[in-house]
């Protein structure tokens, strides 16, 4: 019913920026909360950044000042500017919303992730 696609992955040298966008479709109402997580190798899945239908957003003290969420309520669609990249930010990086749906369910979706490589 609902997909998350995302897209602008890739490879960068260490100080380079990229910037991930997850659009979100299928029988929406809303979407409220929409957030990014990452996944490293032999690492467990971690939150980076989430925001609000409001626009409120919080970080990991990992990438505070470096990153910044955003998101387009008319376009289902939250973005990841990434800036001065470090090698220890190379990860799968997950789109996650809250979407309630048509059928009156609210639950989380997820995206199917997209490879960012920083290299040093």
């Known amino acids: 019913q609902v997909q998350l696609v995302e897209s602008g992955g890739g490879l960068v040298q260490a100080g380079e920026s990229l910037r991930l966008s997850c659009a979100a479709s299928?029988?929406?109402?809303?979407?409220?909360?929409m957030a990014w997580y990452r996944q490293a190798p032999g690492k467990q899945r971690e939150l980076v950044t989430a925001?609000?239908?409001?626009?409120?957003?919080n970080y990991a003290t990992s990438v505070e000042g470096r990153f910044t969420i955003s998101r387009d309520n008319a376009k289902n669609t939250v973005y990841l500017q990434m800036n001065n990249l470090k090698p220890e930010d190379t990860a799968v990086y997950y789109c996650?919303?809250?979407?309630?749906?048509?059928?009156?369910?609210?639950?989380?979706?997820w995206g199917q992730g997209t490879q960012v490589t920083v290299s040093s």
């Open positions: 996650n919303a809250d979407v309630l749906t048509m059928t009156s369910i609210l639950r989380p979706y």
């Open positions: 299928g029988k929406i109402i809303r979407v409220n909360r």
């Open positions: 925001i609000t239908s409001a626009g409120i957003a």
